[in-house]
């Protein structure tokens, strides 16, 4: 059962191939605040390459979604109902990363949590 008090927070992965985070600040960059981080390394950070220490913000209304190639953090920093904004967000996300866990093996799943919906807009959320 969902927690009305608790904010969603859900992890999204891809397994074989990357998102173009520059394709896709160019395209959210209209409907959305957009911003390109560069992850600095330092001793205790592994990465696989290069790319993979970008990291793009797209912040919606009370959603935001952190970008990497191949993960999309998507949370809110408070519990509120999803705008049609957030929404839009979320099914954006939604289409990049198809995947529930960071591995196509069968195990670590992740669940979705329930969202509520502002006013209006048709109720979307998973319990």
């Known amino acids: 059962m969902r927690d009305p008090a608790r ?12 998102v173009d985070l520059d394709e896709v600040a160019e395209e959210l ?29 797209v912040k919606a209304d009370t959603l935001t979604a952190f970008l990497t190639p191949l993960k999309v953090v ?3 920093n408070e519990a509120a109902p ?8 979320k099914r954006r996300m939604d289409e990049l ?13 992740g669940v979705e949590p329930g ?7 048709p109720e979307r959320g998973k319990e």
Do not use: C
């Not at 209209?30 to 993979?52: A, C, G, N, Q, Y």
């Open 29 to 57: 960059g209209e409907r959305f605040t957009v911003r390109m981080t560069k992850i600095e390394w330092d001793d205790r950070r592994i990465s696989l390459s290069d790319e993979m220490n970008e990291e793009l913000r």
């Open 115 to 121: 969202f509520d919906v502002a006013e209006g807009e």
């Open 97 to 109: 990363y198809r995947r529930s866990r960071p591995t196509p093996f069968p195990f670590m799943f």
């Open 82 to 89: 999803f705008t049609p904004r957030d929404l839009d967000l």
């Open 7 to 18: 904010p969603y927070h859900y992890v999204r992965f891809n397994w074989w191939s990357r």
């Open 74 to 76: 998507m949370f809110q």
